[in-house]
C-alpha cells in the first residue's frame, strides 16, 4: 500500500492538507498547549478560543494584505453555498437601509406608513441583484437568489452559456455584461471549479470609479483564495470555504467592508421587511451579528479554525513576499501541466477557452483512440498505479480534472505532466 509521501493527490476538494500541519493538529486534538484536555475540548468561549480566532483573522489579513481598517474577517458554517444566501440577505438588507434613509431625508416626516409606501414602491421598481454566471457554482448562486427574492429582483447580467454552444467554458466579453443601475450586489464566481474556468484578473467593468463609488462587488473565491494577489479593495465581500486552499471542510469565511456593519450600516427590522415582501434572515446568517459576537454567536468548530491558522501561519513563514510567492509557484505548476497537454492536441483536449483556463482547477479529455470514456478510464487506472490520484472529473460534466490547489507540489505538478506525455506516446 502506498503511504502518504507517495501519494499526488489532485482531488477537487476537500483538498490535501499539508502534513506537518496535520502532525501537529493530531497532536492539538491529544493535549493542547499542556492544558490536558485536546483543541476540540475546549470551550469556544475560552480564551485559548478567542487567540486562536484572533491569530487566525490577523495572519489571514497579512498574507492578503487585507486592509484591516475597513474590513472585517468573520468565520461562518453553511460552506459557499450558505453564502450564496448569506450575501442576498445581508447586502439586501444593506440596500434597504439606505433607501429607507434615502426616502426619511426626501419627504421630511417620520409618518412610518408614509415612509414604508414610498420605500415599497422603491423596492419594486429599483431592487436588482446582478448575477455574471460562467459556470456551474455561479449559476447555483443566480438559482438561489431567484429562489429566495424572485426572479423579479434578479438580474442574470452575463450567461457564459450564450457564446459557448450551450456549455461553459468562456467568459463573456464585458462590454455585453447588461449591469443594472446601482444593484445591491453583483456577484460572481472567480474561479469555477467543476467547469476549470478563471478570471483572469478582476473585472475592469467593475472597478471603483475615482471618488471611490462603484458597483456593490461579491466574490466567491473558494477554489482560488491564497492562490494570488487579490485586490480587496475593489470588493464589498469575498468569501470562500475552507477545504481547498485554507483548511479542512466546516468553516467558511467572509471578508466584507465594515462600511456594511453597524455603526455604518444596521439591517432593517423583521417588521420592517415584512412590510416590504422582503426575507428575513436566519440570524447565523447575519454578518452584523457574526461579526459583533468575533464569530462566536454559536459554537464554533475552532479546531477547524486552528488547522485554517496553522496553513496560514505555514504560508506566511515560506513566503517572505506573502501570497505572492505562492502565486509564482501556482502559475508554475499550471504552466507545466497544460504545456504538457497542448503538446498533444491529438490526444488531449482542454475544456475551456485558453483564454480563461484555471490555474487551480484542469479540466480536460482524453480523446486517444476515439474511444473518450475508454480511454479516460485507462488514463485514470494508469495515473492511480503511479500514485496520482483525485483526477477524475466532476460528475455533472465528467472527464479528468487536476486540481492544483497550493497543497500540490511543483514535483508533484512535474510528475503529472510526465505521466500525460508518457500516456500521449504509448
Known amino acids: 500500500m502506498p503511504t502518504r509521501a507517495d501519494i499526488t493527490y489532485f482531488g477537487a476538494g476537500p483538498a490535501a492538507l499539508p502534513t506537518d500541519v496535520l502532525e501537529t493538529a493530531a497532536q492539538a486534538l491529544l493535549d493542547y498547549q499542556g492544558t490536558g484536555l485536546g483543541i476540540a475540548e475546549h470551550s469556544h468561549r475560552s480564551e485559548l478560543a478567542a487567540k486562536i480566532i484572533n491569530e487566525a483573522k490577523a495572519d489571514l489579513a497579512s498574507y492578503l494584505d487585507i486592509p484591516a481598517a475597513d474590513y472585517e474577517v468573520i468565520f461562518m458554517q453553511a460552506g459557499g453555498t450558505g453564502e ?39 423596492v ?14 455561479s449559476l447555483k448562486a ?47 464566481c472567480d474561479n469555477e471549479t467543476v467547469d476549470g474556468v478563471e478570471f483572469p484578473e478582476f473585472p ?21 483564495i491564497l492562490s494570488r494577489r487579490v485586490p480587496v479593495s475593489n470588493y464589498s ?52 451579528i457574526i461579526a459583533k459576537n468575533n464569530s462566536l454567536y454559536n459554537t464554533l468548530s475552532i479546531f477547524d479554525v486552528y488547522i485554517a ?41 482542454v475544456v475551456p477557452d485558453k483564454a480563461v483556463r484555471s490555474r487551480m482547477n484542469i479540466c480536460f479529455r482524453v480523446t486517444k483512440n476515439g474511444n473518450t470514456d475508454e480511454t479516460e478510464n485507462a488514463f ?3 495515473a492511480t498505479s503511479q500514485n496520482l ?31 500525460i506525455d508518457a500516456f500521449a506516446k504509448a
Open 142 to 188: 443566480y438559482q438561489e437568489a431567484v429562489r429566495l427574492l424572485g426572479p423579479e429582483y434578479v438580474n442574470l447580467a452575463a450567461d457564459a452559456r450564450t457564446i459557448n454552444d450551450g456549455k461553459f467554458g468562456k467568459i463573456p466579453d464585458q462590454s455585453t455584461w447588461k449591469l443594472s443601475k446601482d444593484a445591491a450586489l453583483v456577484y460572481y
Open 204 to 224: 475592469a467593468v467593475l472597478a471603483p470609479r475615482e471618488d471611490g463609488t462603484g458597483p456593490v462587488v461579491v466574490a466567491d473565491m473558494s477554489s482560488n
Open 84 to 122: 450564496f444566501a448569506a450575501s442576498v440577505y445581508n447586502l439586501v438588507g444593506a440596500w434597504v437601509a439606505r433607501e429607507h434613509a434615502a426616502v426619511r431625508k426626501e419627504l421630511g416626516t417620520d409618518d412610518e406608513a408614509a415612509v414604508v409606501a414610498a420605500l415599497r414602491e422603491r
Open 237 to 288: 465581500l469575498l468569501f470562500f470555504g475552507a477545504q481547498k486552499n485554507l483548511g479542512c471542510t466546516g468553516v467558511t469565511v467572509a471578508v466584507l467592508r465594515k462600511s456594511l456593519l453597524p455603526p455604518a450600516t444596521t439591517q432593517p427590522s423583521p417588521a420592517l421587511m415584512r412590510k416590504l415582501g422582503l426575507p428575513i434572515p436566519p440570524i447565523m446568517l447575519q454578518y452584523e
Open 124 to 137: 419594486e421598481k429599483n431592487l436588482k441583484l446582478d448575477y455574471i454566471v460562467t459556470g456551474g457554482w
Open 309 to 349: 491558522g496553522q496553513v496560514l501561519k505555514k504560508l506566511l513563514k515560506t513566503f517572505s513576499d506573502k501570497v505572492d510567492g505562492q502565486q509564482a509557484i501556482a502559475e508554475k505548476k499550471a504552466q507545466i501541466i497544460y504545456a504538457a497537454l497542448d503538446a498533444h492536441p491529438e490526444v488531449y483536449r
Open 389 to 419: 490520484t483525485g483526477l477524475k472529473g466532476h460528475r455533472s460534466v465528467g472527464g479528468i480534472r487536476a486540481s492544483n490547489y497550493n497543497s500540490i507540489p511543483l514535483e508533484g505538478a512535474e510528475k503529472l505532466a510526465k505521466f
Open 380 to 382: 485514470l487506472k494508469e
